[in-house]
């Protein structure tokens, strides 16, 4: 028995019979079709094309009708009456008329079309085409149910198999179960116990050590102030000293806090973030891995990024990034697969992706394919080291520097797509530009306040150094009381205050008499995007991160408009 066709064997090219007893029509025959790219053959006799046809299996026959011995018809009914080709058509080539009584003979031979002499060439190669193009249709759909009625015997040998094994299972587990549900229970819930004491474990960690580095920044604040206070020249020395004495030994406890969450979470990383170029960080990346691209031969297409894209990021860490990247495309790609690297420009974003052609990601690989210790692929044919915590640290890695990073697929075998987002630099490109000077400032007033003295009265002392008439109060309730008396022009604001938080003594501020000429400082340990949102919904101003800089408060100052002198 002839083996099914396969779907290559379909699409190869098909062969088809020329047969005419004479030499020049075969020439023109040949000439006409060869442009199809269809095998051809030929015969100059009934007998010829019969013989070929044990040697050859044949998608169509071009059939002269004409010939001596024995003529078109005759042939056509030979080779009709063989199994193998009772059903394979047949175009009579006729050089003369020929009548109805004819044309019927020919198709219950099984001629399916005529073909008059002259031939026309774009006739012929069209009805050839159409036909061969049916026998290849025919070979498919042959191949493909001669597939489908194995596979569906071997899925049923199969399953019957998995039943019978599966039967015998359960079977055996039955007896089992009823003891392993009861310890199974006992386990289940003694685990999530477990888990919900971690969680509210580690929601403590992560609430103490925000809360740590707020109050951290509340001494540093007096101490910047005393020294700025210094700077200027002015104050009691020996104030300043008591008050630096007390704060520094507040830094000290909180350091050895810090300094003991610190060996509980090993967590050590540090990025040492600078304006770094795309292409320097991409550059460093394929010259780390370029070892690795030559013993596997892969070629690596980098497309051209402009010079002006710049990161504010750790080059070291951010090329590492890459790295791992295209060390992952070569690890899961056929050798001499091209990786290629594409970025691209998206507002205030760039994109960099990293392409291959490799093994492909099915929908929930491409999901868990960050997390710690994931390979997608851990046959013998592709086991080429690594722990799994490569694209786990890709992705913590870009992460830290206020990106994201997704991997996509069309599905396995069809490669995969890595996609890097990152944040353009915000600082100016043009280093040699100078900063805009310090607008200087007309005399204020100036209120601050904040229920830690020490930061309330050195930054009352460092504004009364720069000439502006400073008072304090430390308690947020009095805050109303102080602005009416006082009328400020500036508020320097603490948000983090007992009894009343900065947020809800600005509204009343806002909503007061002198509310609306007020210029509302925050200054807080807070500084994260959602703090400074915060703040802005509260009615402030401006939002400095406690130390405040000496610089950033002149330039708050100094942009002051100008107004009636209420400094006396």
Same mark, same amino acid.
């Given at each position: 028995?002839?083996?099914?066709?396969?779907?290559?064997?379909?699409?190869?090219?098909?062969?088809?019979?020329?047969?005419?007893?004479?030499?020049?029509?075969?020439?023109?025959?040949?000439?006409?079709?060869?442009?199809?790219?269809?095998?051809?053959?030929?015969?100059?006799?009934?007998?010829?094309?019969?013989?070929?046809?044990?040697?050859?299996?044949?998608?169509?026959?071009?059939?002269?009708?004409?010939?001596?011995?024995?003529?078109?018809?005759?042939?056509?009914?030979?080779?009709?009456?063989?199994?193998?080709?009772?059903?394979?058509?047949?175009?009579?080539?006729?050089?003369?008329?020929?009548?109805?009584?004819?044309?019927?003979?020919?198709?219950?031979? /099984?001629?399916? *079309?005529?073909?008059?002499?002259?031939?026309?060439?774009?006739?012929?190669?069209?009805?050839?085409?159409?036909?061969?193009?049916?026998?290849?249709?025919?070979?498919?759909?042959?191949?493909?149910?001669?597939?489908?009625?194995?596979?569906?015997?071997?899925?049923?040998?199969?399953?019957?198999?998995?039943?019978?094994?599966?039967?015998? +299972?359960?079977?055996?587990?039955?007896?089992?179960?009823?003891?392993?549900?009861?310890?199974?229970?006992?386990?289940?819930?003694?685990?999530?116990?477990?888990?919900?004491?971690?969680?509210?474990?580690?929601?403590?960690?992560?609430?103490?050590?925000?809360?740590?580095?707020?109050?951290?920044?509340?001494?540093?604040?007096?101490?910047?102030?005393?020294?700025?206070?210094?700077?200027?020249?002015?104050?009691?020395?020996?104030?300043?000293?008591?008050?630096?004495?007390?704060?520094?030994?507040?830094?000290?406890?909180?350091?050895?806090?810090?300094?003991?969450?610190?060996?509980?979470?090993?967590?050590?990383?540090?990025?040492?973030?600078?304006? &770094?170029?795309?292409?320097?960080?991409?550059?460093?990346?394929?010259? +780390?891995?370029?070892?690795?691209?030559?013993?596997? /031969?892969?070629?690596?297409?980098?497309?051209?990024?402009?010079? *002006?894209?710049?990161?504010?990021?750790?080059?070291?860490?951010?090329?590492?990034?890459?790295?791992?990247?295209?060390?992952?495309?070569?690890?899961?790609? *056929?050798?001499?697969?091209?990786?290629?690297?594409?970025?691209?420009?998206?507002?205030?974003?760039?994109?960099?992706?990293?392409?291959?052609? /490799?093994?492909?990601?099915?929908?929930?690989?491409?999901?868990?394919?960050?997390?710690?210790?994931?390979?997608?692929?851990?046959?013998?044919?592709?086991?080429?080291?690594?722990?799994?915590?490569?694209?786990?640290?890709?992705?913590?890695?870009?992460?830290?520097?206020?990106?994201?990073?997704?991997? &996509?697929?069309?599905?396995?075998?069809?490669?995969?797509?890595?996609?890097?987002?990152?944040?353009?630099?915000?600082?100016?490109?043009?280093?040699?530009?100078?900063?805009?000077?310090?607008?200087?400032?007309?005399?204020?007033?100036?209120?601050?306040?904040?229920?830690?003295?020490?930061?309330?009265?050195?930054?009352?002392?460092?504004?009364?150094?720069?000439?502006?008439? %400073? !008072?304090?109060?430390?308690?947020?309730?009095?805050?109303? !009381?102080?602005?009416?008396?006082?009328?400020?022009?500036?508020?320097?604001?603490?948000? /983090?205050?007992?009894?009343?938080?900065?947020?809800?003594?600005?509204?009343?501020?806002?909503?007061?008499?002198?509310?609306?000429?007020?210029?509302?400082?925050?200054?807080?340990?807070?500084?994260?995007?959602?703090?400074?949102?915060?703040?802005?919904?509260?009615?402030?101003?401006?939002?400095?991160?406690?130390?405040?800089?000496?610089?950033?408060?002149?330039?708050?100052?100094?942009?002051?408009?100008?107004?009636? %002198?209420?400094?006396?």
């Amino acid at each position: 028995m002839s083996l099914p066709p396969t779907t290559a064997d379909a699409q190869a090219p098909a062969t088809i019979l020329l047969v005419d007893d004479q030499p020049g029509r075969l020439l023109s025959y040949r000439a006409i079709l060869e442009p199809l790219g269809e095998n051809l053959i030929e015969a100059r006799s009934g007998v010829e094309a019969l013989k070929l046809l044990m040697e050859h299996e044949c998608a169509l026959i071009l059939l002269d009708v004409n010939m001596p011995g024995m003529d078109g018809f005759e042939t056509a009914s030979l080779i009709h009456q063989h199994p193998r080709y009772e059903k394979t058509p047949i175009i009579f080539v006729t050089a003369v008329n020929v009548s109805d009584l004819d044309r019927l003979r020919g198709y219950k031979l /099984g001629a399916v *079309d005529y073909v008059m002499v002259p031939v026309i060439p774009e006739i012929m190669r069209s009805k050839v085409s159409v036909l061969v193009e049916l026998y290849r249709k025919r070979r498919e759909l042959q191949s493909a149910n001669e597939r489908l009625a194995q596979a569906n015997e071997d899925l049923r040998l199969e399953k019957a198999r998995e039943l019978e094994v599966l039967n015998e +299972s359960l079977r055996a587990a039955n007896v089992v179960l009823a003891q392993r549900n009861i310890e199974l229970q006992a386990q289940i819930a003694e685990r999530e116990r477990a888990q919900q004491r971690l969680l509210e474990h580690d929601r403590r960690k992560d609430q103490f050590l925000a809360t740590l580095a707020h109050e951290l920044r509340n001494p540093l604040a007096s101490l910047a102030n005393a020294v700025n206070v210094m700077k200027l020249g002015g104050g009691n020395a020996s104030a300043l000293h008591e008050v630096m004495d007390r704060q520094l030994e507040l830094l000290v406890r909180l350091i050895d806090d810090l300094l003991d969450v610190a060996r509980i979470s090993q967590d050590k990383l540090v990025l040492r973030r600078t304006p &770094t170029p795309l292409d320097a960080v991409l550059r460093s990346a394929v010259e +780390s891995v370029e070892p690795l691209l030559r013993s596997t /031969g892969h070629r690596l297409e980098l497309d051209a990024v402009p010079g *002006d894209v710049l990161l504010e990021a750790d080059p070291a860490r951010l090329s590492q990034v890459f790295a791992n990247l295209i060390s992952n495309a070569a690890k899961y790609s *056929d050798p001499a697969q091209p990786i290629r690297i594409e970025t691209e420009r998206d507002g205030e974003e760039v994109q960099v992706h990293v392409c291959d052609q /490799g093994i492909g990601l099915t929908p929930e690989q491409a999901e868990g394919i960050f997390e710690p210790f994931a390979q997608v692929d851990t046959s013998i044919e592709r086991a080429r080291g690594g722990l799994g915590i490569g694209l786990t640290l890709v992705k913590r890695l870009v992460a830290m520097h206020e990106g994201a990073v997704v991997a &996509t697929s069309e599905g396995l075998g069809k490669g995969c797509r890595f996609t890097v987002r990152l944040p353009l630099c915000r600082e100016a490109v043009v280093e040699s530009e100078p900063a805009p000077p310090i607008p200087a400032a007309l005399p204020r007033r100036v209120l601050v306040i904040d229920d830690n003295c020490d930061s309330a009265d050195t930054l009352a002392m460092m504004l009364e150094m720069l000439g502006h008439q %400073a !008072q304090r109060i430390y308690d947020p309730h009095a805050a109303e !009381q102080a602005v009416g008396d006082f009328a400020p022009d500036v508020v320097f604001l603490d948000i /983090g205050m007992p009894g009343m938080s900065g947020y809800d003594v600005a509204r009343r501020l806002r909503a007061s008499a002198h509310g609306a000429t007020m210029t509302l400082v925050a200054v807080t340990g807070w500084g994260q995007p959602e703090d400074r949102r915060r703040t802005a919904e509260a009615g402030f101003d401006h939002h400095l991160v406690k130390p405040p800089e000496i610089d950033s408060i002149c330039r708050i100052l100094g942009a002051l408009p100008p107004c009636e %002198a209420k400094v006396q």
